[in-house]
């Protein structure tokens, strides 16, 4: 089983307070590396030091497509000081999406911060939520819109395994679909207690993560990045990203 890293965002409050100490934590919990969102203070070469002291490596990093515009060489090449290989488009406002009118000026930015991210031998992805199912006038989801139009060179997915779940589709059969062009799936789970959506540690919510993975072991998935937006009810970030962590080494022992 490939290596598990988590999101950041899900310990947003605890890096606020605390980076190192988070950090450490976080490998004791025995995750392998880190996805950020922001560096909390920390200069890129502060940050590297202190990743590569505590032994965790830095995959990737979620920014948003609003800085990107603004400055994409100098957005990435901050991150590509910290050590990320990964960039990550992680949220469209409405006047982004693929439903709005500016779609294709939108697309065209993806492509042209795609190009930058590769001259600097670092990959471009988009994270998906639930909007992207949605289907366009053509009738074609625009997930598909995205991944068919813009070329995988320049860039790939980050499936958010718990949308495409929510949203009524497969993860697995978008995995296959796009066989190879998702080096970071992102795990996360959900329940719908007494009809109330709520985000759950991995494995503990309604999605088949054994199948999921199975199928990813096969698709060309480099990285697991557990994310949970919001703790479980009664639980702290760190108890859930225990919870997930602790799950997902059940399944990667050999017994499984």
Not at 40 to 66: C, D, N, Q
């Amino acid at each position: 089983m490939k290596p598990v890293a988590i999101q950041l965002f899900s310990l947003r409050d605890e890096m606020q307070k605390d980076v190192k100490a988070t950090l450490k934590k976080v490998k004791e919990l025995g995750y392998d590396g880190v996805e950020f969102a922001g560096l909390w203070g920390k200069t890129p070469e502060e940050m590297a030091e202190l990743v590569g002291e505590l032994g965790l490596v830095p995959i990737s990093a979620h920014i948003p497509i609003g800085d990107l515009r603004k400055d994409a060489s100098g957005a990435i090449e901050c991150f590509k000081r910290v050590g990320c290989k990964h960039i990550v488009i992680p949220w469209l406002d409405e006047i982004d999406r693929p439903k709005s009118e500016s779609w294709e000026n939108t697309k065209a930015d993806f492509e042209r911060i795609g190009k930058i991210a590769a001259e600097k031998q670092m990959s471009l992805s988009y994270h998906n939520h639930g909007f992207e199912f949605e289907p366009l006038q053509n009738g074609v989801l625009g997930f598909d819109n995205i991944f068919e139009t813009i070329s995988p060179d320049l860039l790939k997915m980050q499936q958010d395994v718990c949308w495409v779940h929510f949203s009524g589709h497969s993860p697995e059969k978008y995995l296959e679909k796009y066989k190879n062009r998702c080096p970071l799936l992102h795990l996360k789970d959900y329940s719908r207690e007494n009809g109330e959506f709520g985000f759950r540690p991995v494995g503990h919510g309604e999605i088949n993560f054994v199948s999921i993975i199975e199928t990813a072991e096969k698709c060309g998935v480099e990285w697991y990045v557990v994310e949970q937006d919001q703790p479980t009810v009664g639980k702290t970030p760190f108890e859930c990203a225990e919870m997930s962590i602790k799950y997902l080494r059940e399944l990667r022992s050999p017994q499984k």
